[in-house]
């Protein structure tokens, strides 16, 4: 029988000297002026518009639903996305939630203010709320992706997760209605302990459903994630779905990109030593470094997002965000000084 946590410890070893291999290369094009050494505005944001979800998942690594903080009205995202356009733009915007359907009209109105300045978009949903009227709206922007959240082949895994009957069956009609709307989709597909064989047939469902990239893995140790710790994988669990994505990865080549998440260590290591890129705006106002690191640099209700840049983009730097980086496993994700999302952020 194959040691599979050999396996995930071989695969991870890979993994960090591909990334570091990938960090020198962009240091040496920033000492030789290629690539800049920092931005004045980020190249990316991620819009957390509202902590509201119509959905209570077990495994929610912000908690969406657990704490309504929409400090964020729609007039003010409305006057943060002026405020951006007015100092530069951003390349890209991630718009999530929560569950982002749930500001019906305002959500375009919210999109709008970035679209007409050539901004492009990712879009993470749980696809309850589609419906082919809301897909003939959204296909009038630019988009990496619209992205459907589907844990599992079947209702058996997804409804499970997401406790609310139903939802698997919403989730797949979304899917399908966005890819036969020509916007590329992307499936999230988040594995447990128990549906961890399930990959091969969820593959198959998100290819028939018309998806250009199914991005899975495991489940995150963050928010509810990392209460309910039951649906986190153990190492020769990780090693088993490593070798499983591979295999279908082999399957798929050419014709479908299946994705994996990275483990958090590498991903955090990765980004502390380059140019910050990127934060993330939650219902609060808060600034955020990033998913995975519980920092956060501001908040957009205190003083103008565009000053609050200049002043902290270099926050990753900070030896308390890199004494957190160094806490966190490997192999589990976990950070022995803090838990993601359960306890309060830390601000810088």
Known sequence: ????????????RVEQNRQRKSVEEQKQAIESGLYPS???MPLSLQFELTGR???KCRHCYNRSG??????????????????????GGIFECIISGGEPLLLGNDLFDIMDLLHNDGTVFMLISNGFLMTPKIVERLKKYRYRWIQISIDGSSTKFHDELRQVSGSWE??????????????????????TPNSIEDLPEMARLAYECGASSLITGEIFPSGRGAINEELLLNNAQKGRLLQIIDEQQKIYAKRMLIQRSMSNRVQLEGVCDLPVTGAIIRPNGDIRLDCIAPFVMGNVANAPFYEQWQESRYCWQDERVKSYIESVDL??????????????????
Not at 69 to 87: A, C, G, P, Q
Not at 338 to 344: A, F, L, S
């Open 1 to 12: 029988m194959e040691d599979y946590a050999e396996y995930l410890k071989k695969r991870i």
């Open 38 to 40: 920092s931005f004045s």
């Open 53 to 55: 979800c119509n959905l």
């Open 66 to 87: 657990d704490l309504p903080n929409d400090v964020m009205t729609v007039k003010r995202w409305k006057e943060l996305s002026t405020e951006i356009v007015n100092h």
């Open 170 to 191: 919403k989730a797949v009609s979304a899917a399908l209605m966005v890819a036969d709307a020509g916007i590329p989709l992307a499936i999230a597909n988040t594995l």
């Open 331 to 348: 192999y589990s994700g976990k950070s022995n000084l803090h838990r993601n999302h359960v306890e309060g952020d830390i601000i810088l």
